[in-house]
């Protein structure tokens, strides 16, 4: 019996009709053809998809459960997504709600090569929640970044990322960016003996961010922000691949341009492709998720699942010092707060306003 993997789908239908439903779309996501055109008796057996389940979440609203020969697959992350909902996305009446795939799949992408504790040997943080920031906004020059990088390092914060809008422009080129930024939060760290990490934004094609990540390390960098919904996910996989010494954050844009659950894509499929890290908008901030969602989303991102490393949630998007304490009560120690734009509003008072957030934290895990 060849492997299959389980696909669960959410699908709007009436009750009558949800069985013809559910079998077309094992069709649709598998041989996108009649069946009866069919032949050969060993593919309609083997590679068909095949109804596992069905049932009744909420009138009108059913689960459908979907097994896909992992064979169709192979080790392509952009195949595995298109044979889960390449063409079903077009549907408005179903969502990609999970899947559940078989172990030795799940080894064949390996996961998180640093995750939970890496991020935290980094920034010598062994038990306790970890702190980041955003470099903004787009239209600085290098050395305008350079010079916020250095107020976030000497508050003391653990990690500077680049807002996911910073590629490659012609006003903020990546190499002189990197350099300079990495430079000045070399030597404000060596200064302060504190163990802050600058994560630069990977972008364009694969060659470009070979170049990018390649650039990096001659930084001294060994963690990098990629977009896997942006670039494609096969890319990211092939950067992970090739980049075994480098922690990876995972930027949800454009996780919502399909109807796929946000816990499955961002907590468990990026995961399973090798982030290290997965940022995702925070209930109550800039976007709509629920606290229900966020916190599956955790939860996923930390489960033991198949063996993977844990891969650390960051809560963002629109995040404030105030909510710091009611975050932690939330998530608890394994997790990264990301407060972007909410400090560069203290503008002169940059590196106070960090080192009192970045003390929130500490106070909090102090006698842990």
């Known amino acids: 019996m060849h492997s299959r993997l389980q696909a669960i789908y959410h699908v709007r239908s ?47 609203l059913f689960e459908v459960r979907i097994s896909l020969a992992v064979d169709t697959i192979g080790t392509d992350a952009g195949q595995l997504l298109n044979m889960l909902f390449g063409n079903s996305s077009i549907h408005a009446d179903i969502v990609l709600h999970d899947a559940e795939f078989p172990d030795d799949f ?23 929640a970890l702190t980041c920031s955003a470099l903004k906004p787009q239209g600085l020059a290098p050395q305008k970044l350079a010079d916020l990088a250095k107020k976030f390092a000497q508050g003391g914060i653990d990690y500077i990322k680049d807002d996911h809008g910073l590629a490659d422009q012609s ?22 003996g504190r163990a802050t990490r600058y ?12 170049t990018q990540i390649a650039l990096a390390g001659e930084a001294e960098l060994d963690t990098v922000m990629v977009a896997p919904m942006v670039f494609g996910l096969a890319n990211f996989c092939r ?23 946000p816990a499955f894509l961002l907590g468990k499929l990026f995961r399973m492709l090798g982030a290290d890290a997965v940022i995702f908008p925070n209930h109550g901030g800039r976007f709509g998720y629920t606290p229900e969602t966020c916190r599956l989303i955790a ?62 934290v500490l106070a909090r895990f102090r006698h842990a």
Request: proline share 6%.
């Open 14 to 60: 009436d009750a009558r009709a949800i069985e013809d439903r559910a079998r077309a779309i094992a069709v649709e996501q598998s041989v996108e053809m009649p069946v009866t055109a069919i032949e050969d008796d060993a593919l309609k057996a083997e590679v068909v998809g095949q109804v596992e389940a069905i049932a009744e979440k909420a009138f009108g």
């Open 106 to 128: 799940v080894q064949t992408f390996g996961g998180p090569r640093h995750g939970l504790d890496g991020w935290r040997q980094r920034v010598a943080a062994p038990n306790r």
């Open 171 to 192: 006003y903020s080129p990546f190499a002189a960016r990197v350099e300079a930024i990495a430079a000045a939060v070399r030597r404000t760290r060596q200064a302060s």
């Open 199 to 210: 994560v630069p934004s990977l972008s364009g094609d694969l060659d470009a961010m070979r």
């Open 239 to 261: 950067l992970v691949r090739e980049n075994p010494g480098f922690a990876f954050f995972a930027h949800p844009a454009m996780a919502g341009a399909a109807r796929i659950a």
């Open 299 to 360: 939860r996923t991102a930390l489960a033991d699942h198949h063996g993977m490393r844990p891969c650390v949630p960051v809560p963002a998007g629109g995040m404030t010092p105030k909510r710091v304490p009611e975050m932690l009560d939330f998530y608890g120690a394994n997790v990264m707060l990301l407060i972007g734009g909410a400090l560069l509003e203290a503008r002169e008072r940059l590196s106070q306003e960090t080192a009192a957030f970045v003390n929130e």
